[in-house]
């Protein structure tokens, strides 16, 4: 019969298995959410109840879940749910697990939106914005939980996706502000004019997602990663088709990969329908975000 094993053990025993398979950057802090998931407990009640022995059906239960992630699958798939700037998400390998630098993306759309005016008293008089590609929904809400005055559309190629996000809407209470619509890119959206497009659509080029690491290439969606053969196939796509729908003065903000702003904003150049380009750093000091505003608009 095997002896009991205290919540500390039991952590420290993890986070080794972790550390010494090469699994996790961070191997103590998995195996303190893989143990609270288990438990179902917060992480500050691990830390009080250090020296409580496991039942056995908690260190199953623990166990079940370390060698999950022992075979390199994300810690937001196994949880099943992602914080993301003010709004926690629930996730399932449908959709691409959102990441730190993608909140920038956010930043600079609710910037935008700041700078719009409301024409009027009805909801059809605020803002509209377009998040393209959505997933599981991170941008279109965090944008509609930080915004009171915005309307948003989120569209989606896989209904995979769209259902997780719609999901994710209703538990937010969002759903009344934030419509659902399956299509790829623009081409089911509708003709309506919006105020903002925003998107961070696959742009790991070939050479680099066959090197990925194995927690990412082998469980995060294909689609919502790979951009062709040098990562930009969605973008020639996106920011022509983008320049159609947007009024005057509306603004795009496109997500990029680690060393893609020059190229993405010369495709926005190429496109002749924008002012000049910006760009916005991620936390890392890396141009993360590329946007442009439509020609035609205020100062023009």
């Given at each position: 019969?095997?002896?009991?094993?205290?919540?500390?053990?039991?952590?420290?025993?993890?986070?080794?298995?972790?550390?010494?398979?090469?699994?996790?950057?961070?191997?103590?802090?998995?195996?303190?959410?893989?143990?609270?998931?288990?438990?179902?407990?917060?992480?500050?009640?691990?830390f009080r109840e250090a020296d409580r022995e496991l039942t056995a059906e908690e260190a199953a239960?623990?166990?079940?879940?370390?060698?999950?992630?022992?075979?390199?699958?994300?810690?937001?798939?196994?949880?099943?749910?992602?914080?993301?700037?003010?709004?926690?998400?629930?996730?399932?390998?449908?959709?691409?697990?959102?990441?730190?630098?993608?909140?920038?993306?956010?930043?600079?759309?609710?910037?935008?939106?700041?700078?719009?005016?409301?024409?009027?008293?009805?909801?059809?008089?605020?803002?509209?914005?377009?998040?393209?590609?959505?997933?599981?929904?991170?941008?279109?809400?965090?944008?509609?939980?930080?915004?009171?005055?915005?309307?948003?559309?989120?569209?989606?190629?896989?209904?995979?996706?769209?259902?997780?996000?719609?999901?994710?809407?209703?538990?937010?209470?969002?759903?009344?502000?934030?419509?659902?619509?399956?299509?790829?890119?623009?081409?089911?959206?509708?003709?309506?004019?919006?105020?903002?497009?925003?998107?961070?659509?696959?742009?790991?080029?070939?050479?680099?997602?066959?090197?990925?690491?194995?927690?990412?290439?082998?469980?995060?969606?294909?689609?919502?990663?790979?951009?062709?053969?040098?990562?930009?196939?969605?973008?020639?796509?996106?920011?022509?088709?983008?320049?159609?729908?947007?009024?005057?003065?509306?603004?795009?903000?496109?997500?990029?990969?680690?060393?893609?702003?020059?190229?993405?904003?010369?495709?926005?150049?190429?496109?002749?329908?924008?002012?000049?380009?910006?760009?916005?750093?991620?936390?890392?000091?890396?141009?993360?975000?590329?946007?442009?505003?439509?020609?035609?608009?205020?100062?023009?």
């Open positions: 019969m095997a002896r009991p094993v205290s919540v500390g053990d039991a952590l420290r025993g993890a986070a080794v298995s972790l550390r010494t398979a090469g699994v996790s950057r961070s191997p103590r802090l998995d195996a303190e959410l893989l143990l609270a998931q288990a438990l179902g407990v917060s992480r500050a009640e691990l239960a623990f166990e079940h879940l370390l060698d999950r992630r022992l075979a390199r699958e994300p810690v937001a798939y196994i949880l099943g749910r992602r914080a993301f700037r003010t709004i926690d998400l629930e996730l399932t390998p449908d959709v691409l697990i959102p990441r730190p630098e993608t909140e920038t993306v956010v930043e600079v759309a609710l910037e935008a939106l700041r700078g719009m005016p409301i024409t009027g008293p009805d909801p059809e008089d605020e803002p509209l914005a377009l998040d393209v590609g959505t997933g599981s929904g991170c941008i279109a809400l965090a944008i509609a939980a930080e915004d009171p005055f915005v309307r948003v559309v989120a569209s989606d190629v896989e209904p995979g996706a769209l259902a997780v996000a719609r999901g994710n809407a209703a538990r937010l209470g969002l759903a009344r502000r934030v419509e659902f619509v399956l299509s790829d890119l623009f081409a089911d959206v509708g003709e309506r004019p919006f105020d903002l497009i925003v998107s961070n659509p696959p742009y790991i080029p070939a050479d680099e997602y066959v090197s990925l690491e194995p927690n990412v290439r082998d469980y995060e969606p294909r689609r919502a990663l790979y951009g062709g053969e040098d990562g930009l196939d969605v973008y020639r796509r996106l920011v022509p088709g983008a320049a159609l729908l947007l009024r005057p003065g509306g603004m795009l903000v496109l997500e990029v990969g680690a060393g893609q702003a020059d190229a993405v904003a010369g495709i926005i150049r190429r496109a002749g329908a924008y002012e000049e380009p910006g760009r916005r750093d991620d936390l890392a000091g890396i141009a993360r975000v590329v946007y442009a505003r439509r020609r035609g608009g205020r100062g023009s």
